[in-house]
């Protein structure tokens, strides 16, 4: 059974700094793992899709990186702003019968400070 | 590209009430369609999928059903409510086959009093 990990839970930063946010799974064979922000009280949207094939995904000052021999899956963000401030999520989908079954992390808070 | 809408966005209701939320989509035609449920301290959980009309599959052994009477319509339902059943939950659908981006509803959220 698929577990999705991410770390840190919560983290809090001032305006400007470049950030990771961490997603460890421990099935490696996925089909592609997503990014979503929740931003409080709303549904997800989706960031950056990374396919198993893939290394890494670039969205403006998003980049999502996979490795899936590790089971490890980065996400950073560059120059933060107070906009960043939610709650970010990583899934992962085992494709093939599971597909768009996604096994979600617990997510980490951002928060950025201005 | 796709819109999924949810309704109610909120609702109270009392245990034993019957429940219905409702998801239809917009933009795409024959989408894979999901029921997740996110309560607090447990995370995002896969309720249902449907890969058509009539298609129903449970992840979970629960309280509660879902159906699909149209393409783009997605139902969630319960005869009586637990306490348990309380949480923010979001339909989702995945068009183009698998792998590709899943796109999430604004959520409803249930309490359970």
Same mark, same amino acid.
């Given at each position: 059974k698929q577990e999705v990990t991410q770390i840190p839970a919560a983290l809090s930063v001032p305006e400007g700094e470049n950030l990771v946010l961490n997603c460890s799974f421990t %099935?490696?064979?996925?089909y592609n793992l997503q990014w979503f922000r929740q931003d409080p009280g709303k549904g997800l949207t989706s960031l950056l899709l990374i396919q198993s094939s893939q290394r890494e995904q670039t969205s403006g000052r998003l980049n999502a990186s996979l490795d899936k021999s590790s089971g490890r899956s980065t996400l950073y963000i560059a120059a !933060?702003?107070?906009? %960043?401030?939610a709650t970010y999520l990583c899934a992962a989908d085992a494709g093939g019968? !599971?597909?768009?079954?996604l096994t979600f992390g617990q997510g980490t808070i951002l928060t950025v400070h201005p | 590209s796709q819109t999924i809408h949810q309704w109610p966005a909120t609702l109270v209701q009392p245990v034993g009430s019957p429940l219905s939320l409702e998801c239809t989509v917009e933009g795409t035609s024959n989408p894979n369609l999901y029921w997740y449920r996110q309560a607090a301290g447990r995370g995002l959980q896969l309720l249902f999928y449907s890969v058509g009309i009539g298609q129903i599959s449970s992840e979970v052994p629960q309280n509660l059903s879902a159906s699909r009477p149209q393409d783009r319509q997605f139902i969630l339902s319960s005869k009586k409510l637990l306490l348990s059943d309380s949480g923010f939950y979001l339909c989702a659908c995945q068009t183009g086959g698998s792998g590709n981006t899943i796109y999430f509803g604004e959520g409803s959220w249930l309490t359970v009093v």
């Open positions: %099935d490696s064979a996925i !933060s702003q107070p906009g %960043d401030s019968t !599971s597909y768009g079954k | -």
